[in-house]
């Protein structure tokens, strides 16, 4: 299992249609991102710069990279693009975090 990390951008004034969606989020991509390998996904946000902090966890032998090929993916980011920052193809704009602290228990 690893653990990584991005930050989207959400429109100004967005945040409640962005939790209302995803609170509606569809089965059919639930199984998507679970067949795929992703295990947990969490997303937070900072209302002073309307950025998007996700964090998931996805098995060893993730097949993430396919998940741009597949319809309810891609209908997704359609579903998405008016509310958040994307590119042409309404692939959300991500940028990667890098780790810089792991605390793993405290014992």
Do not use: C
């Not at 989207?8 to 998507?32: C, K, S, T």
């Amino acid at each position: 299992m690893e653990t990584i990390a991005f930050r989207m951008v959400l429109n100004p004034g967005m945040r409640e249609e962005y939790e209302r969606r995803h609170a509606l989020i569809w089965p059919e991509l639930v199984d998507a991102l679970h067949n795929a390998g992703v295990r947990e996904y969490r997303i937070f946000f900072d209302p002073e710069s309307n950025h998007l902090f996700a964090m998931l966890t996805r098995t060893s032998n993730h097949t993430m990279d396919e998940l741009p090929q597949l319809d309810v993916m891609r209908k997704w980011w359609d579903y998405m693009a008016d509310i958040m920052q994307t590119a042409p193809d309404h692939t959300p704009l991500q940028q990667s975090l890098e780790p810089v602290f792991h605390l793993n228990s405290l014992s």
